[in-house]
Every structure is written in structure tokens, then in C-alpha cells.
């Protein structure tokens, strides 16, 4: 990608203002013209991963800017879970706030719970003898 545009490379090959690339492009979204009454305007970026790796450094530059995420993911998908949204990953830095009390208390434990449940499904596959606590928990979350 530096070489296309004929700067010198940074991390991974990228240019090394690829970040403020990445913001530019974001902002330039949302600005809105006062003649035209201003306001604001949501910015959807779309990112494709590599096996659901949020980790390399075009997943996690757009993620440090944008006020959050939503992961979907393709095993939930293919398990007919629509929509396939997976919980774990998925953030939103306005987060409970735009929720009401009684909401927060109850998506809270809802989302601990599913990502303990995808963490124990996961597990449960290599293991052959699981307690009682485990198959009612994965009961559960089926």
C-alpha cells in the first residue's frame, strides 16, 4: 500500500500516516454543511477480518476511532443464529447509558452469560465427561 502511494512504509507495509488517513475519511463523513442546517450523521465503516482476528492493525486502527463496534461472526451464523452478532466483541462506548435501569441490570448479566456460554460450548467439544453445573449452564444457553 506505501509503494501505491508512494510513501515511505510503516507498520505492516501500511503508510505510517495510515491513521490519520483512516480518521480523515471517517470525519469527512459526518461533516455536515451549516447552510444546510448541520446536525450529525452515523459513520457505518466495514471491516473484513481474517478467520474473525480483530488484532492486525487495519481491525484495530479503525476500532481506536470509530465509537464502537459490531462483530458478526460467521460460526453464528452458520449455526442459524441470525443475526449473528457475537456479543463478546461487540462494544458501543455510549454503551448502557442510552439504557434504562431495570435494561442495564438485565442485558448485563444476558451478555456475561452468552460469552460464558460460547466460552464453555467451545470447551465442551474436546471435553467427554462434564459436571452437572456445566451441562445445566450449557443447557442453558441453548
Known amino acids: 500500500m506505501s509503494l501505491l ?18 480518521s480523515r ?16 450523521m452515523t459513520a457505518l465503516s466495514i471491516v473484513k477480518t481474517q478467520s474473525g482476528d480483530v488484532s492486525p492493525y487495519i481491525p484495530t486502527n479503525v476500532i481506536s ?5 459490531i462483530f458478526l461472526s460467521v460460526d453464528l451464523c452458520n449455526a442459524r443464529i441470525r443475526p449473528a452478532i457475537y456479543v463478546g466483541i461487540s462494544v458501543s462506548r455510549v ?13 448485563g448479566k444476558l451478555k456475561l452469560e ?15 465427561d462434564l459436571d452437572k453445573a456445566t451441562q445445566n449452564q450449557l443447557a442453558r444457553g441453548q
Open 5 to 22: 502511494l508512494r510513501r515511505p512504509p510503516g507498520r505492516v507495509a501500511y503508510p505510517g500516516d495510515v491513521f490519520l488517513l483512516h
Open 25 to 40: 475519511i471517517l470525519e469527512r463523513a459526518a461533516k455536515l454543511s451549516s447552510l444546510l442546517g448541520e446536525g450529525s
Open 65 to 69: 476511532i470509530t465509537d464502537g463496534q
Open 95 to 107: 454503551g448502557s447509558a442510552a439504557q434504562i435501569k431495570a435494561m442495564k441490570q438485565v442485558a
Open 114 to 128: 452468552l460469552t460464558q456460554f460460547a466460552k464453555l460450548e467451545a470447551f465442551a467439544q474436546f471435553a467427554s
